[in-house]
């Protein structure tokens, strides 16, 4: 994987794929608006295939997304979004029958899935739970945190004798955008349940692969394509899972990013917007050292990376310029990269 699958020149990162998996927040909307071309985009794909909305916002409900992406004009029923509180019901089946009683730390995204398998909810550990599901919500606080630990703690620290009831989070996302900037996320509040008990939870969520598992049997999907905006999570999830991916530059990261990608968490296509799901996508050739992406050419010569030529368009020359360090072997670190491939 990583720009280097065979295609033919009239091909789209949509041949061959039976369901499309987009990430929200940065691929198709941005704050309260949508991304240019997201709606369009992803409405015209579903005209052929199972288009779902994969997220690791344990907040809302599934039937929440589903109003606020109809609201933006995208043709969405509840059942194609799925949560990693969804992913997380599956793993907490595995440890725990319905009729649990489950201590929340989170929101409606939580709650919502535990009603629906008959689980019970308390937020005390003094209820003596039999498991605890964790997931950001803004209310969040010390005492919320605090009722976790009691509940997780073991004496003496967890073994194999007693490892402790089933504990799991929702997903590890370190930061969350919000409105004012970059926010502390679940993996953060996590981290301190953690530094409490001494364990860790299972994980649900991106880029852990049940969130990935959940949505493949909920489309039926055998060949699906996950687009997203974050390489630690959706790229690197997707990796995990053996799905195809694609990166959006409309989010998180960028060509900065992109470059630098760990070969765990390289894209198998790089676009401007979702527009470019529908464009035909270049062929990466290679003669002679030099790589070309279209009209674009760039070569790695020693420690340097150089532009043979920018073959007058961006997109094409950070595709080549990716093929090319990444092809080259040679740590990011040390290579001198022109600023025009990042800026």
Known sequence: ?????????????????????????GVVYAGAH?????????????????????????????????????????DVESSDVVTSPQAAMTLLGEHVAPGALVLVIGGEGIT???????????????????????????E???????????????????????P???????????????????????????SAVHTAVGRFPLVAGKPETPIFDEARRRFAAEQPLMVGDRLDTDILGARRAGMLSALVLTGIDRAKQVLAA?????????????????EPYPVTEQARGVTRVGAARVRVAGNRVEIVDDGGNQLDLLRAACAAIWDSGIGIHVLDVPARLYS
Do not use: C
């Open 1 to 25: 994987m990583g720009l280097f699958r065979a295609k033919t020149e009239s091909s789209t990162p949509l041949d061959g794929v039976d369901a499309v998996l987009a990430d929200l927040d």
């Open 34 to 74: 949508a991304i240019p071309h997201a709606v369009d985009s992803l409405n015209l794909a579903k005209q052929h295939r199972a288009v779902g909305y994969i997220t690791n916002n344990a907040s809302r409900s599934d039937a929440s997304v589903a109003r606020h992406l109809a609201d933006l004009g995208l």
């Open 112 to 138: 919502a899935e535990l009603d629906k398998r008959g689980y019970r909810i308390t937020r005390s550990a003094d209820d003596g739970p039999d498991a605890v599901v964790q997931g950001f919500t803004p």
């Open 140 to 162: 969040i606080g010390w005492r919320e945190l605090a009722e976790a630990s009691f509940a997780l703690r073991v004496e003496g620290g967890p073994d194999a004798a007693n």
């Open 164 to 190: 402790g009831i089933p504990w799991i989070a929702t997903n590890m996302d370190w930061t969350i955008p919000v409105a004012r900037g970059i926010a502390p996320g679940n993996g953060t509040l996590v």
């Open 262 to 278: 760990p070969a765990s968490s390289r894209p198998d296509f790089i676009l401007a917007d979702l527009a470019g799901l529908h």
